[in-house]
């Protein structure tokens, strides 16, 4: 692939990731996201899709960008015919998916973490191929679009033909959308974050087509904005109080249909192409 763009602020993210988890308690699951509600829902949804997908005993998935492997190990432990690596940039990461995978002995041959860069994925997997690979909010810590669409080309040379790639990452229009109604209750938008690079739909599609089939796109958090970043945001700006990750709307609002397209964060199923 092209050289690194921007290796300074490259860099400075990966401290950024390395500093979240040296302060963060290991028996938290707040190392990749303050709200562990939302962790918990894009997990299901993963294992949803690893289940339709019906995958033979012995299949790997691999998890680009696992951070403290608190996904891995739960959507491992869902499939015990399947075979889990995590791959993550950060050692002080991985050293909290280490003592994570300590309290789950019963997986430990079924699931390794590695360190490893995604920009330079065969470092790591040599010349192997795989039945699935997952990220979750990871390829939006590259510092660009030629960065990401790199590490998606390598996750298709990586994975077998009518292998599978379940994307969790953040999309522009998603995030317009919710800032939009934000605005419309009169609080302030939600920037993307220095360390975030969010996708567009529409390039994503067109350059992610040569490899992958289909794109199917789920906007499966909407709700779950709409309740937390719009509706019980505004009540706590009326009554001058701070939001609060842990108060029980997120977890009530995790059990809402998905209505709308009010959140930066979907899901996109993708198909290698045979």
């Given at each position: ?8 602020l ?83 990461m ?38 699935v690979?997952?990220t ?22 990586h ?17 317009k ?38 794109h ?9 904005y709409l ?48």
């Open positions: 692939m092209s050289a690194i763009q921007n290796p300074e490259s860099d400075k993210i990966k401290q950024y990731w390395d500093e979240r988890a040296r302060t963060t308690d290991p028996e938290s699951a707040q190392a990749t996201t303050y709200d562990v509600f939302l962790r918990d829902l894009e997990i299901a949804k993963l294992k949803q899709k690893i289940g339709e997908a019906a995958l033979p005993a012995g299949a790997t998935v691999v998890d680009l960008g696992c951070g403290d492997g608190y996904a891995t190990l739960n959507v491992a432990a869902a499939f015990p015919a399947l075979r889990f690596i995590g791959i993550d940039w950060s050692q002080d991985l050293n909290l998916a280490a003592q994570k995978a300590a309290a789950h002995p019963q997986l430990r041959e079924r699931i390794s973490f590695h360190l490893g860069d995604m920009r330079r994925l065969s470092d790591i997997l040599r010349k192997d191929k795989f039945e690979f997952l979750v909010r990871s390829l939006i810590n590259l510092v660009d679009s030629e960065s990401q669409y790199a590490v998606i080309a390598q996750i298709a040379e994975l077998k033909p009518g292998g599978y790639y379940f994307c969790i990452e953040n999309f522009m229009q998603g995030q959308n919710f800032n939009a109604l934000r605005t419309a209750m009169g609080l302030p938008e939600i920037p993307v974050r220095w360390h975030n690079h969010f996708f567009d739909e529409n390039e994503f599609v067109a350059r992610t087509a040569p490899y992958f089939d289909s199917i796109f789920e906007s499966f958090l909407s709700s779950y309740a937390t970043r719009v509706i019980y945001s505004a009540a706590c700006h009326f009554v001058g109080e701070e939001p609060d990750y842990f108060h029980p709307i997120h977890r009530t609002a995790g059990r809402l249909p998905p209505i709308g397209d009010f959140c930066p964060i979907k899901l996109v199923s993708l198909r290698r192409k045979f």
